[in-house]
Every structure is written in structure tokens, then in C-alpha cells.
């Protein structure tokens, strides 16, 4: 198969033809597809440019031996989603000191007035500024950090979300609303103890 045609494949048939015949070629087409989008969440993990395309190769290069346990039960995005931010969430578990050290988190395209809806209505959430959630989402679990940033900033449906992390949709719902009451509280907290964020 030729590159040309590889284009126009859907991602999943693009998937079983890679794993098939281990085509790298053919892996470059669904490479040009994603790489921006992993490249984008790594960044919200890295500690700069450097790391976040280091992070990026990482990825796609386990993307490609792990590519056979993708059985399709959801869309390949989604598990792509998945994949790239367990694997971010486990680097930066194991570079504890690294996590300290990090003066940023790639925050300022989620819904700050979505992450507060349904959790305290009098809470003034939208009155939060995005550098002050950038810093509170640091106290928060990678997980929870994880579980927030899918849904508030890649868009994730509860549905896509159910897929991505093989849990029912109830068990997501009750995630979601553990990470956004976590976040609340830490910046609550921090407000009341009148340290700077």
C-alpha cells in the first residue's frame, strides 16, 4: 500500500493495516495525523519544548509496539487520548523532583466555569484567573489533573471518556466530580490561608 492511499483510510483501518504488516511508512500517516495533538498534551506535562518533543517521540514510539492492544472497542483518538496521558501522568510520577520544579501546566484552554458548574453554585469559580488554576491544578493527583484536562480542555464526552479509561460512565461521572471538588477545595484553601498563589 502506498502512502497516497494510507491518507484515506479511516484511523482504525490505518491501525490494523500497520499492525499487520509493521509498516513505518504507513505508521508516519497516522504519526502526521496526532503528532500535534500529543505534542500539545506532552506540553502540558514537560518542563519546556525540548522535553515535551521528547515526550512526544516516547509515545508514538510505545504507540507503535503497543498498537495490536487497540481492539477498536472505542475510536483510535480516544485511546490515543488515553495512551499519551497515562504515559504523561507515569513520567511525571516517576520525576517526582521534576513535578516540584515545574512553573507551568498547560491550563489556559480549559473551561474554568465548566469545571465549576454543578459543584458549588455560590462558588465564585469564574473569578479564578487561569495562572491561579495553572498553579492550583500542580496540588491536585496527576490522575485527577489527568481526568479534568481531558474532559475541560480536549472536550471528552463522558461516553469517550468511559472508553478511554475502561470504567463505566457512573464511575466517570463520580471521578469527575471528586477532581473538580479536590481542585475547589485547594484553591479554597489557599485563598483562606492568604498565601500567594
Known sequence: MTQDA??????????????????TMLFEVLYDRYSSMVYNMCYGFANGKDEA???TQDVFLRVFIKLKTFKGKSKFSTWLYAF??????????????????????????????NIGEDVDSTHEFASMRVEQLQKVMELISP?????????????LSIKEL????????SAVKMRLKRAKE???LKYTNYTKDGESI
Not at 147 to 153: E, H
Not at 162 to 169: L, Y
Open 162 to 169: 468511559s472508553e478511554a479509561f475502561d470504567i463505566g460512565e
Open 6 to 23: 494510507a491518507h484515506s483510510l479511516t484511523d482504525e483501518a490505518l491501525v490494523e493495516a500497520i499492525v499487520k504488516t509493521n509498516n
Open 143 to 155: 490522575e485527577e489533573k489527568m481526568i479534568l484536562l481531558l474532559k475541560y480542555q480536549d472536550n
Open 84 to 113: 499519551t496521558y497515562n504515559h504523561c501522568v507515569n513520567y511525571v510520577t516517576r520525576n517526582t523532583a521534576k513535578k516540584l520544579e515545574k512553573k507551568s501546566v498547560s491550563s489556559e484552554n480549559v473551561d474554568i466555569q
Open 53 to 55: 518533543k521528547d515526550l
Open 182 to 184: 479536590k481542585l475547589i
